[in-house]
């Protein structure tokens, strides 16, 4: 199957304005106008990133890249839609991407274990079989985490807070990584250096634990 360029062209500059709107989102003030404008924006343009990388992974034999899209576009959706929905509120949207990030993972992990046993071979510019196994047992995790909030029969607002925050925040995490360990060829030559390029995925996760905990202790306030 032929590439073509246009789409590898348009996934790396959608990725670069994916971290600025993902940024951006990230350090304004939750709630106001400009963090819910940069979220959306973050949300389609993830979107379109997942999109195109689904087609690379094809054509370019990319099998930890179509995971990983896939992974990224789950969590990003059902983040957005955790803080769009009222209280208890649940629908199609929640039991679809359960059944999705479930069947996911199950294949995943089915096919890695099979690839351990038999002694796959694998490209080499692929990961270890064991990384998707790893891969795979995260988002059976996640769809652990789905089936227990439709047991409950939707999320309250201290909840749908918190799955928003680190879905969306996660999402980020993947395609902040992605960018910096596996385009480094499109950065200049002295951002190269590996503590630079380890930078912004710490700073994503440090993110991460600073708004989770903003959020418990509001809760804790209130309460």
């Not at 992974?57 to 990224?72: E, I, M, N």
């Not at 999402?171 to 380890?198: D, K, Q």
Request: hydrophobic share 55%; with cysteine.
């Amino acid at each position: 199957m032929s590439e073509w360029p246009f789409i590898a062209q348009l996934h790396l500059f959608v990725g670069t304005a994916c971290l600025f709107a993902g940024s951006l989102a990230m350090l304004s003030k939750k709630g106001r106008a400009l963090h819910r404008c940069s979220g959306f924006v973050f949300v389609c343009l993830m979107s379109l990133l997942c999109l195109s990388s689904f087609y690379l992974s094809v054509t370019r034999h990319l099998q930890l890249t179509f995971v990983l899209g896939a992974l990224s576009w789950y969590l990003v959706l059902t983040g957005w839609f955790a803080i769009k929905r009222k209280d208890s509120q649940q629908g199609w949207f929640e039991y679809t991407a359960f059944a999705f990030i479930f069947i996911l993972s199950s294949l995943v992990i089915i096919l890695a274990v099979l690839a351990i046993i038999f002694s796959w071979p694998h490209p080499e510019t692929e990961p270890p079989y064991s990384v998707y196994l790893g891969f795979g047992l995260f988002g059976l995790f996640f769809a652990y985490l789905d089936f227990r909030l439709l047991r409950q029969g939707g999320a309250l607002k201290h909840q749908r807070i918190k799955r928003h925050i680190w879905r969306m925040t996660f999402s980020m995490f993947i395609a902040t990584f992605i960018f910096f360990t596996g385009n480094t060829h499109v950065l200049p030559e002295f951002l190269r250096l590996p503590l630079l390029l380890a930078l912004p995925p710490l700073l994503v996760i440090a993110s991460l634990c600073w708004f989770l905990w903003r959020a418990r202790r509001v809760k804790t306030h209130k309460a």
